[in-house]
């Protein structure tokens, strides 16, 4: 029975998607992406098929799609840039939904909104369906830089360890009665985040200390 496992983008499963190798599926999504990308804006038929493409991964992998559409909500400050820019932009104005707006900042809100949900979907079809040092692994059979795929496995190990770090920070101001209700409340929680930054960084130089105690040259001794 499916669920989540290990990371919290990862749904453990056992589907053909899941059991795909993983320098395969980078690959996949990287061609899905440029795909995208050169899509003209205005082609939205063609969109509809790359969103039918890309459900139809989605439906194979197994994973449910409320557990994608949870995690879409990384995707907020494209849609509200999205749905800006037909008030902004300059050009010829038209009429949309009894609002006069700009009709080529109207085309290029609707494809950065189609590119931006389709490049998050896809990007979190791979995350849901792959191990992160399957993920690891499938970049470093692609020939990217060691030193790139390590940094990348620290950034995955230690995030859980930073943000576990922030939840005790805000634990913490609760307990003396602080709430984050107004912007008067900004410099209170800038300085928290200033010093989650340095004991991050702290944390990362004893870290690489320990390494190259233990024999690290650039590459983990076995």
């Given at each position: 029975m499916g669920g989540p496992h290990?990371?919290?983008l990862h749904f453990h499963g056992h589907?053909?998607?899941h059991r795909a190798p993983a320098h395969l599926k980078i690959l996949a999504l990287l061609a899905f992406m440029l795909v995208?990308?050169?899509t003209p804006r205005g082609w939205y038929p063609l969109y509809g098929g790359?969103?039918?493409a890309l459900v139809t991964v989605v439906l194979l992998s197994r994973v449910p799609p409320v557990y994608l559409l949870k995690r879409m909500v990384v995707e907020v400050p494209f849609v509200f840039f999205a749905i800006l820019l037909p008030f902004v932009a300059t050009g010829p104005r038209t009429e949309f939904l009894g609002l006069t707006?700009?009709?080529s900042?109207?085309?290029a809100g609707a494809a950065l909104l189609a590119k931006a949900t389709l490049g998050v979907l896809a990007s979190l079809t791979l995350a849901a369906t792959t191990e992160p040092q399957d993920l690891l692994a499938g970049l470093a059979r692609l020939r990217m830089p060691v030193l790139l795929v390590q940094i990348m496995g620290f950034m995955v190990r230690y995030l859980e360890v930073v943000t576990d770090e922030l939840r005790r920070m805000r634990i913490a101001r609760e307990s003396r009665g602080f709430t984050a209700r107004n912007p008067r409340h900004w410099p209170v929680l800038a300085r928290s985040f200033g010093a989650l930054f340095i004991r991050s960084f702290e944390r990362g130089e004893r870290v690489h200390l320990a390494m190259l105690s233990r024999g690290y040259t650039g590459k983990m001794p076995t």
């Amino acid at each position: 029975m499916g669920g989540p496992h290990g990371h919290q983008l990862h749904f453990h499963g056992h589907s053909r998607v899941h059991r795909a190798p993983a320098h395969l599926k980078i690959l996949a999504l990287l061609a899905f992406m440029l795909v995208v990308v050169a899509t003209p804006r205005g082609w939205y038929p063609l969109y509809g098929g790359h969103l039918a493409a890309l459900v139809t991964v989605v439906l194979l992998s197994r994973v449910p799609p409320v557990y994608l559409l949870k995690r879409m909500v990384v995707e907020v400050p494209f849609v509200f840039f999205a749905i800006l820019l037909p008030f902004v932009a300059t050009g010829p104005r038209t009429e949309f939904l009894g609002l006069t707006v700009s009709e080529s900042g109207l085309h290029a809100g609707a494809a950065l909104l189609a590119k931006a949900t389709l490049g998050v979907l896809a990007s979190l079809t791979l995350a849901a369906t792959t191990e992160p040092q399957d993920l690891l692994a499938g970049l470093a059979r692609l020939r990217m830089p060691v030193l790139l795929v390590q940094i990348m496995g620290f950034m995955v190990r230690y995030l859980e360890v930073v943000t576990d770090e922030l939840r005790r920070m805000r634990i913490a101001r609760e307990s003396r009665g602080f709430t984050a209700r107004n912007p008067r409340h900004w410099p209170v929680l800038a300085r928290s985040f200033g010093a989650l930054f340095i004991r991050s960084f702290e944390r990362g130089e004893r870290v690489h200390l320990a390494m190259l105690s233990r024999g690290y040259t650039g590459k983990m001794p076995t």
